[in-house]
C-alpha cells in the first residue's frame, strides 16, 4: 500500500494479482470476470465488531450511507453492462436494491461466499473500486486498480488516490447557505483532522455526498479517461490546482503529490463556493 509508511510514497508497482481461484470464484457469485466494479460504504458497525466496549464514534464522520450509491450502481448495470459486487466486512445493513438481472448488483458482503481471502480476490480483479475510506482501499492500491473515492474526508489527506478521482464531504457553518471553501476548512484547521471532535469543536457540520454527485463522479471518471471532458470542465480543475497549490507545501508530509490529484470536476462546478 505505502513503500514505508503513512506518510511515504505510494507503490509504483503492482505487488497484488489475482490467483487462480478467481474466474471460480465470479463463476459462484455468476458475475462477468473481466467487467465488474466493487462498491463499499464505511459505517461503524466493522469497528464495532473488533471491540464493542471501545468508543469508536470519533470516527463517525467518516461514515456514509451504502444507499447512496444506488444510482451509481443502477446506471452502471444499464448503461455500461457492467456487474456490481458490495463489498465490506460486518456492513450496518444490506442493500435493497440488489438484482438477478444480467449484468447482476449482488450483495457480496452478506453472501455465502464472503471470506477475508475472497475480499481480497475481488477487489484485485475489479475494473474500478468505489470506496469511502478504510482498509479495503489497501488492497485496490496494491493491485493497481482504477479508483473513484467518494465522501472523502479531510480534504488534505490521501486525497488523489493516483489511478482515479475523488470527492470530498462538505463542510458547513450551521445556518449558512453555502458550503466552505477549501481555503476556509484549512484556515479552521480541519483539513487534516482525524477525529469527529474536531468538527463539533469547531461548529461544522459534515454532509454526505448525494447519489446525484457520486453518479456524477462515475461519469466524470470516464469522461477524463476517454478524453472527452469539455473546456469548462478542463477550466475549473485547472482552478482547482491552483488552490491546492497555494498550500500545498503545508501538506507535503501527508498528502499525495498534487500532479496525481484529480477531483470529479461536475463537484467542483455544482459547488463552485469551494474554490472561492
Known amino acids: 500500500y505505502y513503500a514505508n509508511s503513512d506518510i511515504g510514497l505510494r507503490l509504483n508497482e503492482q505487488i497484488l494479482t489475482i490467483s487462480d481461484n478467481h474466474k471460480n470464484l465470479c463463476k459462484k457469485l455468476e458475475i462477468n470476470s473481466k467487467n465488474y466494479i466493487c462498491i463499499t460504504s464505511r459505517d461503524e458497525n466493522y469497528l464495532k465488531s473488533l471491540d464493542q466496549k471501545r468508543n469508536w464514534d470519533y ?23 457492467m456487474d456490481i459486487v458490495r463489498i465490506g466486512s460486518y456492513p450496518k445493513k444490506r442493500i435493497k436494491w440488489k438484482s438477478a438481472n444480467n449484468p447482476k448488483i449482488i450483495d457480496y458482503s452478506f453472501s ?27 488492497a485496490a492500491v496494491a493491485a493497481r486498480r482504477e479508483i473513484i473515492t467518494i465522501n472523502h474526508i479531510p480534504i488534505r489527506m490521501s486525497c488523489g488516490y493516483i489511478w482515479g478521482l475523488w470527492i470530498p464531504k462538505l463542510l458547513k457553518v450551521p445556518n449558512s447557505k453555502k458550503f466552505l471553501s477549501f481555503r476556509e476548512i484549512e484556515k479552521l484547521k480541519l483539513a487534516k483532522a482525524l477525529d469527529f471532535r474536531d468538527y463539533l469543536n469547531a461548529n461544522i457540520e459534515i454532509f454526505e455526498n448525494e447519489e446525484d454527485d457520486i453518479l456524477n463522479a462515475l461519469k466524470d471518471y ?18 482547482y490546482k491552483e488552490v491546492r497549490d497555494e498550500t500545498a507545501y503545508l501538506y507535503k508530509n501527508v498528502s499525495v503529490k498534487n500532479d496525481k490529484d484529480i477531483i470529479s470536476p461536475s463537484f467542483l462546478l455544482r459547488y463552485p463556493e469551494l474554490l472561492a
Open 59 to 81: 470516527h463517525y464522520y467518516r461514515n456514509s450511507d451504502i444507499d447512496n450509491l444506488k444510482n451509481l450502481a443502477l446506471y452502471a448495470q444499464k448503461e455500461l453492462k
Open 112 to 138: 455465502q461466499h464472503k471470506s477475508p481471502k475472497n475480499d481480497i480476490e475481488l477487489i484485485a480483479g475489479c475494473n474500478l473500486f468505489i470506496n469511502n475510506g478504510g482498509g479495503p482501499v489497501a
Open 222 to 239: 470516464f469522461k477524463i479517461k476517454n478524453g472527452l471532458i469539455k473546456d469548462e470542465e478542463k477550466t475549473i480543475l485547472e482552478r
